[in-house]
């Protein structure tokens, strides 16, 4: 996907009265609700990206409020 049509879904979503107020919700370029994927779903992803963000931060897990 191109940032140009990841920018004009956000665009859309943004500027559109359907979506106002919807939080926690997948859409797709097509303005659609969709599902997220398996990779979104699997716990040691979730640990990777946590290690991962606080490196490139530099932040340190037991400064975290």
Known sequence: ITPEKMAATYVAVALDDEYGGVTGRHISTKLK??????????????????????KQTGLQEEALP
Not at 33 to 54: C, P, R, Y
Request: glycine share 4%.
């Open 33 to 54: 609700f969709v599902g997220s994927n398996k990779f979104s779903k699997n716990k040691e992803n979730w640990d990777k990206l946590w290690a991962l963000s606080l």
